[in-house]
């Protein structure tokens, strides 16, 4: 075999290993959006970022098997996450909001539809939660007002949820 003919072989067996991680994080948010009945579109923008994640990851792993030299790799990418952060002027910021929305997919209790109340310490914000995007969640005030509030400000509240009671059969 030529080291072309393994190159191509590594590659091969990278991308069946991609679309086996892809199709088993697939399953794991669907049983999550299921569980915790998830709207479809908070379900896609998440399926959306975790495919992100792993292309990059997936472009990386390809690189590295091609012999891309790892000092000129990192260099470009810091490269690019320099220019994107100027570019942003909020990188970290950017980027925590949407590991929160993810936390907030798989982990939190609150779902769209509910009723909160979010505690701080200068004023507490009550309403219904509308929406939940990639970067804010968006809540309802009863005097119809439209609060938008950073994922990642809203994952470090204390969060009063009002549970709805069950009618006895």
């Known amino acids: 075999m030529t080291h072309y003919e393994i190159k191509i072989i590594e590659t091969t067996i990278v991308l069946v290993v991609y679309i086996i991680i892809k199709l088993i994080i697939k399953k794991l948010v669907d049983k999550a959006a299921i569980k915790f009945t998830y709207s479809k579109p908070r379900v896609k923008i998440t399926k959306k970022i975790i495919n992100v994640v792993l292309f990059f990851i997936l472009i990386g792993i390809i690189l590295f098997v091609f012999g891309v030299d790892q000092s000129k790799l990192l260099y470009f990418v810091t490269s690019l996450l320099t220019v994107v952060g100027i570019a942003f002027l ?80």
């Open 90 to 169: 909020a990188q970290w910021s950017i980027l925590s909001n949407i590991t929160a929305t993810i936390i907030i997919f798989f982990n939190h209790p609150v779902k769209i539809g509910d009723t909160i109340t979010v505690m701080d310490k200068d004023y507490n914000i009550e309403g219904r939660v509308s929406d939940i995007g990639i970067f804010f969640l968006i809540i309802k005030t009863k005097d119809g007002e439209e609060i938008t509030m950073p994922s990642n400000v809203f994952t470090q509240k204390m969060i009063k949820r009002k549970i709805a009671e069950q009618k006895k059969v």
